[in-house]
């Protein structure tokens, strides 16, 4: 099974900065699209960055644009997710998701992608 960990989150102060780190085990991230999400109380589930394996290419959500930039780790089986700027509306729970499409990352939507982790709290406030 599957098993991808979370790492790095916790509270930061408005303008600050955290790295989100992701780390599978039993499978390698490198062959399919990753991702990167988010979910505020109260609210739905919500794509932050994509990542396609097969050309590189990537999706940001526009609140995060300029701010947020997703890796992968040279292992092959690491992605990151560099948060510059945090904002309040940042604070959430992130999700780290792998096993997307081989090709693309396809709507960079939760159906997307076949596993994830079990998320990890990321707080923004003074």
């Known amino acids: 099974q599957v098993q991808l960990v979370e790492s790095g989150g916790g509270l930061v102060q408005p303008g600050g900065s955290l790295r989100l780190s992701c780390a599978a085990s039993r499978f390698r991230l490198e062959y399919y699209a990753v991702g990167w999400f988010r979910q505020a109380p109260g609210k739905e589930r919500e794509a932050v960055s994509c990542h396609s394996s097969s050309d590189g290419s990537t999706y940001y959500a526009d609140s995060v644009k300029g701010r947020f930039t997703i890796s992968r780790g040279n292992a092959g089986n690491t992605v990151h997710l560099q948060m510059n700027n945090l904002k309040p509306e940042d604070t959430g729970v992130y999700y780290c998701?792998?096993?997307?499409?081989?090709?693309?990352?396809?709507?960079?939507?939760?159906?997307?992608?076949?596993?994830w982790g079990q998320g990890i709290q990321v707080t923004v406030s003074s």
């Open positions: 998701a792998g096993l997307g499409p081989a090709i693309g990352f396809g709507s960079c939507g939760p159906n997307d992608y076949k596993s």
